[in-house]
C-alpha cells in the first residue's frame, strides 16, 4: 500500500513540475482565473440602474424642471443629453446615445395648477427587454411620488384650503416601448448570439488549427514549399472567414423565421461590419497560435479571452449598468461594437451614417490585431 502511495506521489509530482515549468501555462491556470473572477464579478451586473436618458422639456417651467429634477434624483435615469426639440430626443434614442427620453409638454405647468392629469411622454428603447420593464415601472413610481407631493403641497397652502374644490394634481406618464413593443427576450439575445457565435468559430478553431500545425511539426513541411508566409497565413484565414460570415447569415435566417426577429434596416451594412469583425476575430485567434505551443494552450489561451470579451460586450447585461472603473475596457472590445451594429441595424433600421463610431472601430481594431498577428506569425516562420 505504501508503494503504491509512492507511486501516486511520484506521477502527481510530475505533472505539477510538467504543468509549471512552461511560465505561460502557470499564468493560465492561477493569475488568469483569478482576473477574471474580478472583471466579470462586476461585469455581470443584472441590477438595472444609471439609464441613459434624455430629457426633452418644452414647458420650461418650474414644475417641469421639478419634475424633471425628481426624475434624475431616484438614481435609475441618467441625464446624457437636455432638448426642447422632441426629433432630437428620438434622434438619441435611435443612435443608442439614451435608452429612455422624457417628453414634458407645453402646458405642462398650467394642468397643475389647475388639477386632475398632467400627461408627460416617456419613450424607452425595447431592446433590452428587462430594462424596459423596471424602467417602465420606476417611471410610474416617480409620477405617482411627484403626484403625491404636489396633493401636499396644495392641500398645505391656505388658498387651496379656501376653495375646497380644486382638483386632484395628478401626473399620468404615458409610457411607449419602442423597437420591441412585446418585450421579447429572443429579439434582444439573436443579435447577440450572432456575434458571440462568430467569436467562438473563427477565433477557437483558427488558432487550434494552427497551433495544431506548429505541434505536429507540418509547418515545417510547409516552409520548404514555395509558399510564401502571407499566402499560407491568409490560405489559413479565408475558410474560417466565410465560414464566420456563413454563421451571420444562418442565425439571422433562423432568428427571423422562429423567433421573429425584425430585420429593418440594410443586410449590406450588416455584413460590411461582419466582414470587420472578422478580421479582428481571426486575427485574435492567430495571435493566440503564435503564443501557444500546443493544442491545449491554444483552447485555453481562446478561451480565457472568450469570456472577457464576451460579457464585456454588452450581450447579456447593459454595458451602462456596469461599473464606471470597468466602462473603458468595454471600448477596447471589438465584440462591443458588432453588437452595437446588429442590434442597431436588426432593431432600429440604422445605416451607415448612423453607426460611424462603431465601423471606424471594427476597421481600426481588425487592422491593429490582423497586422501584428501576422508580423508575430512571419517571425515565427522566419
Known amino acids: 500500500m505504501q508503494a503504491i502511495a509512492l507511486m501516486l506521489w511520484a506521477v502527481m509530482a510530475k505533472e505539477v513540475r510538467q504543468a509549471f515549468r512552461d511560465r505561460r501555462m502557470a499564468m493560465i491556470l492561477l493569475v488568469a482565473p483569478l482576473l477574471q473572477l474580478v472583471v466579470l464579478g462586476y461585469a455581470v451586473d443584472l441590477d438595472v440602474d444609471h439609464i441613459p436618458t434624455v430629457i426633452c422639456d418644452q414647458d420650461r417651467t418650474p414644475a417641469s424642471r421639478e419634475l424633471t429634477e425628481a426624475v434624475l434624483a431616484e438614481g435609475t435615469f441618467d441625464l446624457v443629453a437636455s432638448t426642447t426639440n422632441p426629433a432630437e430626443a428620438m434622434a438619441d434614442l435611435t443612435s443608442g446615445r439614451a435608452a429612455a427620453a422624457w417628453i414634458v409638454p407645453r402646458g405642462f405647468e398650467v394642468d397643475v395648477s389647475r388639477g386632475g392629469a398632467a400627461s408627460v411622454q416617456v419613450l424607452l428603447d425595447g431592446a433590452d427587454p428587462n430594462r424596459s420593464q423596471i424602467a417602465s415601472a420606476v417611471a410610474q413610481q416617480t409620477a405617482m411620488n411627484r403626484s403625491i407631493r404636489l396633493l401636499l403641497q396644495q392641500t398645505s397652502t391656505a388658498a387651496a384650503a379656501r376653495q375646497g374644490t380644486a382638483g386632484i394634481p395628478r401626473i399620468s406618464p404615458v409610457v411607449r416601448i419602442l423597437y420591441n413593443p412585446r418585450l421579447r ?192 506569425f512571419k517571425k515565427q516562420l522566419g
Open 185 to 376: 427576450s429572443a429579439v434582444y439575445m439573436v443579435p447577440g448570439l450572432a456575434a458571440t457565435v462568430v467569436l467562438i468559430v473563427t477565433t477557437i478553431v483558427t488558432a487550434m488549427g494552427i497551433a495544431r500545425e506548429k505541434e505536429m511539426g507540418t509547418m515545417e513541411q510547409l516552409l520548404v514549399t514555395p509558399l510564401r508566409p502571407w499566402v499560407l497565413l491568409v490560405g489559413k484565414c479565408l475558410p474560417f472567414a466565410a465560414v464566420g460570415l456563413i454563421e451571420v447569415a444562418a442565425i439571422l435566417a433562423i432568428g427571423t423565421w422562429l423567433f421573429d426577429v425584425p430585420i429593418r434596416g440594410s443586410l449590406v451594412v450588416v455584413f460590411a461590419a461582419a466582414s470587420l469583425y472578422v478580421m479582428s476575430t481571426l486575427g485574435t485567434g492567430v495571435f493566440i497560435s503564435t503564443v501557444s505551443s500546443s493544442q491545449q494552450q491554444a483552447i485555453l489561451g481562446g478561451f480565457l479571452f472568450l469570456m472577457p470579451a464576451i460579457l464585456l460586450s454588452g450581450f447579456m447585461t447593459p454595458i451602462e449598468g456596469m461599473p464606471a472603473w470597468i466602462r473603458p475596457l468595454t471600448y477596447i472590445n471589438p465584440v462591443r461594437y458588432f453588437v452595437e451594429v446588429l442590434r442597431s441595424v436588426l432593431l432600429k433600421g440604422s445605416g451607415f451614417s448612423d453607426l460611424v463610431f462603431q465601423f471606424v472601430a471594427l476597421a481600426c481594431f481588425g487592422t491593429i490585431i490582423l497586422g501584428i498577428s501576422t508580423l508575430r
